[in-house]
């Protein structure tokens, strides 16, 4: 178990250390072990900020977080409400973050300078964020590929509307799955969702994951068949005669 002391508590959670204490003062986060004159706080603390944090920015006063938690306190158990929580909020992508300098960029996509307007754009994509002289990269396998993509001869403002667009579809893919989903199972379940109920919400949503990517992973392998065969296969058809007439075939 990991132990916080109030301003490590509060940085992790994304809040203040005046908050924390208003927060315990007001009920809604448990007091700290002490340790001498030292409180210390644990994940369930965390947790706990973190949820907090989540439902003021959804619109809730402290006096409804109040009466929320303390229903769920009377006889329900918390835990099973943040584990709820956590599976909901917790990141989707396992793709770790690298930081790059401008000439690193640059060099990286096979020029002698960065685009200023394709960096912009790559901003506000959300691909790269500055970080004074350098870039946070959020999407280093998506920079990967139009590296590839570029040197092979690609133009790298096509590269990054390829990805504005790509990002647009996904994001209707992935709104459809998790439509699904809410309308036939957490629909049906809003108004009267029961504690015990909880912990196969939870499975259910740690289970999305893999089988959202199975899914988009199947689809993508077949439309991937489809769109090769139709605008590829003319071209390949053009290439292979022109290997069997030789090369005064090409130059006829």
């Not at 909901?88 to 996509?109: G, M, Q």
């Amino acid at each position: 178990m990991v132990d916080y002391r109030i301003d490590e508590l509060a940085r992790e959670a994304g809040t203040t250390v005046r908050n924390v204490r208003a927060y315990q003062d007001r009920g809604l986060l448990p007091s700290p072990r002490r340790q001498g004159r030292v409180g210390f706080y644990s994940d369930t603390h965390l947790a706990r900020l973190r949820i907090i944090g989540q439902l003021l920015e959804r619109g809730y006063s402290l006096n409804n977080i109040a009466e929320l938690l303390g229903a769920w306190q009377e006889g329900q158990d918390i835990g099973q409400l943040l584990g709820l929580e956590a599976a909901l909020t917790a990141p989707w992508s396992e793709e770790p973050e690298t930081v790059i300098d401008i000439e690193e960029l640059a060099a990286l996509f096979g020029v002698g300078e960065a685009p200023g307007e394709l960096v912009t754009e790559a901003v506000a994509l959300g691909i790269l964020e500055p970080e004074g002289d350098h870039f946070r990269v959020h999407r280093p396998r998506l920079v990967e590929i139009g590296s590839i993509l570029v040197k092979a001869g690609v133009p790298l403002g096509a590269v990054l509307d390829y990805s504005r667009r790509l990002s647009a579809d996904v994001d209707g893919i992935a709104a459809l799955f998790i439509d699904l989903v809410t309308t036939h199972i957490f629909d049906a379940v809003n108004d009267s969702l029961q504690v015990e109920e909880i912990p196969r919400l939870v499975e259910l949503v740690e289970r999305l994951r893999p089988l959202a990517k199975m899914v988009v992973d199947d689809e993508l392998s077949r439309a991937m068949e489809r769109q090769i065969q139709a605008q590829l296969g003319e071209h390949l058809e053009r290439i292979m005669a022109t290997v069997r007439k030789g090369p005064s075939a090409a130059t006829a």
